[in-house]
T-cell receptor, first 116, second 112 residues
Framework: EPEVTQTPSHQVTQMGQEVILRCVPI?????FYWYRQILGQKVEFLVS????????KSEIFDDQFSVERPDGSNFTLKIRSTKLEDSAMYFC??????????????FGAGTRLSVL | GEDVEQSLFLSVREGDSSVINCTYT??????LYWYKQEPGAGLQLLTY?????DMKQDQRLTVLLNKKDKHLSLRIADTQTGDSAIYFC????????????FGAGTTVTVRA
């Protein structure tokens, strides 16, 4: 069964460093998402991406964050200068479309980001 | 607005049925979902229901939706130890590209 894959599973970084979290969505999917889950808190929406541009972003997704689809398969989340409060599990998700029954989002296993 | 609420904990005996409840506030929600998260793992889609449905059954899982009360429930029949996990209720709607709004999750513990 096709799945969303994320790498690395765990990323440790120093405060102020840049990190790139990588995701390979399901191959025929057109919509891509990033969510994050701070330990013990709700899963929060960060950004949605379609047709090579951001379609919606939350207030969490400030100028320190960016997303990119550099080729036909990868979808990346970059945090330019990490802060301690960026420590969280980051989930990538993709959906085939947003209409009818094709908008079901499938999630990757997540990348745990630890900012020291 | 978007607000999804769940009870935080549920303890159930192996073999019994589990019922996990969720309430939401946004009447324009189009889809409602249940995701399962095992320790250290990602979010596994369990089932979903369209807002024009009242019930959906999938093997041991039964989803009930009461649109009037904005109440969603997930029943797991014959609960097994492998069902121990955190269960997240989530909603989405067409007007914001179907981004998911999650509840805080219900931790289900299955005891022998």
């Amino acid at each position: 069964e096709p799945e969303v894959t994320q790498t690395p599973s765990h990323q440790v970084t120093q405060m102020g460093q840049e990190v790139i979290l990588r995701c390979v969505p399901i191959s025929n999917h057109l919509y891509f998402y990033w969510y994050r889950q701070i330990l013990g808190q709700k899963v929060e929406f960060l950004v949605s991406f379609y047709n090579n541009e951001i379609s919606e972003k939350s207030e969490i997704f400030d100028d320190q964050f960016s997303v990119e689809r550099p080729d036909g398969s990868n979808f990346t989340l970059k945090i330019r200068s990490t802060k301690l409060e960026d420590s969280a599990m980051y989930f990538c998700a993709s959906s085939e479309d947003i209409f009818l029954a094709k908008n079901i989002q499938y999630f990757g296993a997540g990348t745990r980001l630890s900012v020291l | 607005g978007e607000d999804v609420e769940q009870s935080l904990f549920l303890s159930v005996r192996e073999g019994d049925s589990s019922v996990i409840n969720c309430t939401y506030t946004d009447s324009s929600s189009t889809y409602l979902y249940w995701y399962k998260q095992e320790p250290g793992a990602g979010l596994q889609l369990l089932t979903y229901i369209f807002s024009n449905m009242d019930m959906k059954q999938d093997q041991r899982l039964t989803v009930l939706l009461n649109k009037k009360d904005k109440h969603l429930s997930l029943r797991i029949a014959d609960t097994q130890t492998g069902d121990s996990a955190i269960y997240f209720c989530a909603e989405s709607k067409r007007s914001n590209d179907y981004k998911l709004s999650f509840g805080a999750g219900t931790t289900v513990t299955v005891r022998a």
